[in-house]
């Protein structure tokens, strides 16, 4: 579920505040094995971007704030308002004092990235990372990756092919929707 739920927040749209029962109910279909085979289950921009501010503010209350994002042919570009030190307190794992004091308060974030999926596989790409103003790409990036990301976050799969669950072949994203497959 952590990795749908992740799928789903890098891929939603920032939109007028709308209910997310729809969706919700999309995704509990799926997550029940209950949509049969070949089917694409459409998951508009509005109902998704509503679905991820709920999601983000159950699992985030404290730390993450305006959460948006924005579709692209197979790219998404996602953005919000982070007090990191804030955000892991609220995990209960608390970042170290140096640490917590160089990346304190609210910090506008931008991260830009490519997602790419087939026969029950994904692999999704950061290519960009923007925190408060400071631009982050190629090799510069890499490296925080290996060495903060998956320090805090050792199960995220950036940049690693994972399997999708629930029988999902592939995401299909485009600018105004995103179309999970579920395979034959």
């Known amino acids: 579920m952590a990795r749908l ?7 939603a749209l920032a939109a007028p505040a709308v209910d997310s029962p729809s969706v919700k109910r999309k995704i509990q279909l799926i997550q029940q ?4 085979p070949g089917t694409n289950v459409t998951l508009k921009r509005d109902e998704l971007n509503a679905y991820i ?4 503010a159950a699992v985030a209350p ?3 704030r305006e959460p948006r994002v924005v579709l692209g042919q197979d790219r998404v570009t996602g ?11 609220a995990q209960g794992k608390p970042m170290g ?7 304190g308060g609210e910090r506008p974030i931008r991260v830009d990235a490519r997602i790419r999926s087939a026969k029950g596989k994904a692999v999704v790409d950061i290519e960009r990372l923007e925190v408060s103003g400071m631009v982050l790409t190629g090799p510069t990036l890499d490296w925080l990756i290996r060495n903060f990301l998956w320090s805090y976050y050792p199960d995220a799969k950036i940049g690693k092919s994972f399997e999708l669950a629930h029988r999902i072949d ?7 929707e995103v179309r999970v497959v579920i395979g034959r």
Do not use: C, N, T, Y
């Open 33 to 36: 094995d209950r949509v049969l």
């Open 79 to 89: 953005s919000a308002f982070v007090d990191f030190p804030k955000l892991r307190q």
């Open 62 to 64: 404290a730390g993450v």
């Open 170 to 176: 592939r995401l299909e994203i485009d600018p105004a």
């Open 53 to 56: 501010r709920s999601e983000v």
């Open 97 to 103: 004092r140096l640490l917590a004091w160089l990346v």
């Open 5 to 11: 739920v992740f799928l789903l927040a890098v891929v």
